[in-house]
């Protein structure tokens, strides 16, 4: 199999400030350092990129939060995207098989919004999915006036990954991923 990393809105005002992720300066380390391994095995790395033009985006096009939290090395792609699918109406597919993989370690924000998507994308076209635990984050679920309860972002994160069914790869640990 040939492993490609899906990097799902690392974006910059996903992770800093006050709209950040929950952990966010642990993820994006933890992340930074799984992609220089990454990059040393040779293993092709593809950026999506909320393209920020959705009404009340977070991360509105052109401002300093919709930049890639991360560095881009040579060769790598960058795709905007509109939708939480990352195959949907991007070059997402053809830039994989471009390379040849068909197995792919997503990791990202949000993980029960664009990771979950994309993940059901790639599954649905027939890619291995793999979704380590430590290499997808996303919101702190307040409660709610009509008595809904609060939710802690790592446990919207595992039902997340539970959402997913048994196909996917779910290792514990970015260390524990296999390039091949």
């Given at each position: 199999m040939r492993t490609a990393v899906v990097v799902?809105?690392?974006?910059r005002g996903l992770v800093e400030g006050g709209a950040a992720v929950s952990g966010a300066a642990a993820f994006t380390a933890r992340i930074d350092e799984f992609l220089g391994r990454a990059r040393a095995a040779g293993v092709p790395v593809v950026h999506l990129q909320d393209?920020?033009?959705?009404?009340?985006?977070?991360?509105?096009?052109?401002?300093?939060?919709?930049?890639?939290?991360?560095?881009v090395a040579d060769g790598e792609a960058v795709l905007p995207k509109a939708e939480d699918?990352?195959?949907r109406?991007?070059?997402l597919h053809q830039t994989?098989?471009?390379?040849?993989?068909?197995?792919?370690v997503v990791v990202g924000i949000q993980s029960e919004m664009c990771v979950a998507?994309?993940?059901r994308g790639a599954l649905d076209r027939g890619y291995a999915v793999v979704l380590p635990r430590e290499g997808h984050t996303t919101y702190d679920i307040p409660a709610d006036e009509a008595g809904g309860a609060a939710v802690p972002a790592a446990l919207v994160a595992r039902v997340a990954e539970w959402s997913l069914g048994d196909t996917v790869e779910l290792p514990q640990s970015l260390d524990e991923v296999a390039w091949t």
């Open positions: 799902v809105d690392v974006q393209d920020g033009s959705a009404p009340g985006a977070l991360v509105r096009r052109g401002s300093e939060g919709w930049e890639l939290a991360l560095g699918d990352g195959f109406d991007t070059d994989l098989q471009s390379w040849g993989a068909d197995r792919l998507a994309t993940a």
